[in-house]
């Protein structure tokens, strides 16, 4: 009897520890001016199926997965972002694969966090997100990196924590998609290979 | 007299709130049957961001009434300019709204949604102070809580209001509303809440209306 009771409890107590988020949000298409390149995306697995598990004293284990919601932003902001997106195995590509390419991007996760407000002290939970965004060219030689960082935050009062953590990491990756979609086509080094591409002849610093 | 006994509770337990509205007008206003508006809530990444909940009670109360004036929702516009009014993209003055329109695609956006005025909401309720004490019992023999705790709220908001048609400010109302509620224990808990932000909502809802419309 008290070992059917302990078993009991244990299921009962066990869940309560762990909070399970499964990320889900909209997926808005960005409505910028394209950039006039065709490109290959390498999405790896550590991309597509990224998970953040975290534990914290008093607030149990949080495993949060972000991969789907963060790969399908990600085509959807990629589609947006340059004339054609294809996407494909991990680089080094061929020559032959390259034909119809003129460069290769490759984004990564480099770091997720969160704070609840029973950490931060503040009304809200927040999240954040660190991309870097490494784009190569026709060659395979490196064109640029670039760390992007996202922000998000969601009141706490509306939700239930897991709600709250979902809406503010949905934010984090718009927020970084929208620093992406905005400044990537500003960068130097993207102009000064879009100018290769396009065949016309480099613009040195002193001529800049 | 069950009826009366309600109703004086109702009155006795609301609070009282007071609350100001002022209005700087920059330019002439007006809005056509179709011509649409959006409410957009300030967020930016320090502590304080304008709470969902007041920019939807202001959304609430400009959709009633006999000419309640459209809106498009919030999430909708954000969506389709993303990403040109995220928190840290989004134009902080009207001046702006010149660079943003050059943007393809923008001006046609919120012409086909024919949004004529934007309103930014900003600002938030915080508690300015705090006392009293009241502890709750319970036992075999029952339970109760005694004493008097109190809080004083002050809520502080301001709508800048844009024209999307000329591209320039056409004005601020700020609301600005302070209010002390009680939870007294007398046995059983009895809240007296004032809700200043309510009142700022009500208020600024009023006059943003009034503004809109051109009436003020």
């Known amino acids: 009897m008290v070992r059917k009771f302990l078993v009991l409890m244990m299921i009962l107590v066990v869940p309560a520890c762990?909070?399970?988020?499964?990320?889900?949000?909209?997926?808005?298409?960005?409505?910028?001016?394209?950039?006039?390149a065709r490109v290959g995306v390498y999405y790896s697995e550590d991309f597509r199926n990224f998970r953040y598990q975290e534990a914290i004293r008093d607030a149990g284990t949080w495993?949060?997965?972000?991969?789907a919601q963060n790969l399908s932003f990600f085509r959807n902001l990629t589609s947006a972002l340059f004339t054609s997106v294809q996407e494909v195995r991990e680089p080094p590509l061929t020559t032959e694969e390259m034909r119809d390419l003129d460069g290769i991007m490759i984004p990564y996760i480099e770091k997720y966090g969160f704070l609840t407000p029973s950490i931060s002290g503040l009304k809200f939970y927040s999240a954040s997100i660190e991309y870097r965004i490494v784009l190569y060219n026709k060659t395979?030689?490196?064109?640029?990196?670039?760390?992007?960082?996202?922000?998000?935050k969601s009141e706490g009062g509306m939700f239930t924590g897991d709600e709250a953590i979902n809406e503010a990491t949905v934010l984090a990756i718009r927020d970084g998609g929208a620093r992406i979609a905005i400044e990537l086509i500003d960068q130097p080094a993207v102009q000064a290979w879009l100018r290769r591409e396009a065949g016309q002849p480099e613009v040195t610093a002193e001529a800049e | 007299m069950s009826r009366?006994?309600?109703?004086?509770?109702?009155?006795?337990?609301?609070?009282c709130a007071s609350s100001r509205i002022e209005q700087v007008r920059e330019a002439s206003t007006g809005i056509k049957q179709d011509e649409a508006m959006v409410l957009l809530g300030r967020a930016s990444y320090n502590e304080k961001q304008t709470e969902e909940s007041f920019t939807e009670c202001i959304a609430d109360?400009?959709?009633?009434?006999?000419?309640?004036i459209r809106l498009i929702p919030e999430e909708q516009f954000k969506d389709d300019l993303y990403p040109w009014f995220e928190p840290r993209t989004a134009p902080t003055s009207a001046d702006e709204l010149g660079r943003l329109f050059a943007q393809p695609g923008v001006q046609q956006r919120i012409n086909d949604a024919n949004v004529r005025y934007l309103a930014w909401i900003d600002g938030d309720t915080v508690t300015i102070d705090s006392g009293g004490s009241m502890s709750c019992t319970i036992s075999t023999f029952g339970g109760g809580c005694f004493g008097v705790s109190y809080w004083e709220e002050d809520a502080s908001?301001?709508?800048?209001?844009?024209?999307?048609?000329?591209?320039?400010s056409t004005g601020q109302i700020s609301a600005d509303a302070t209010g002390t509620s009680y939870l007294a224990g007398l046995v059983l808990p009895i809240p007296i809440l004032a809700r200043p932000g309510n009142a700022a909502c009500k208020g600024l809802a009023t006059q943003l209306r009034a503004f809109i419309v051109g009436e003020s």
Do not use: C, H, M, R
Not at chain 2, 157 to 168: E, K, N, P, R, V
């Open chain 1, 18 to 36: 762990t909070t399970n988020v499964v990320v889900e949000g909209t997926v808005p298409s960005p409505l910028v001016v394209k950039i006039p």
């Open chain 1, 63 to 67: 495993n949060i997965d972000l991969g």
């Open chain 1, 140 to 152: 395979g030689k490196k064109i640029g990196d670039w760390n992007i960082v996202g922000y998000g």
């Open chain 2, 4 to 15: 009366l006994i309600s109703l004086i509770l109702a009155f006795a337990l609301t609070g």
């Open chain 2, 61 to 68: 109360a400009l959709n009633e009434g006999e000419n309640p």
């Open chain 2, 157 to 168: 908001y301001q709508a800048s209001i844009w024209d999307l048609q000329t591209l320039t």
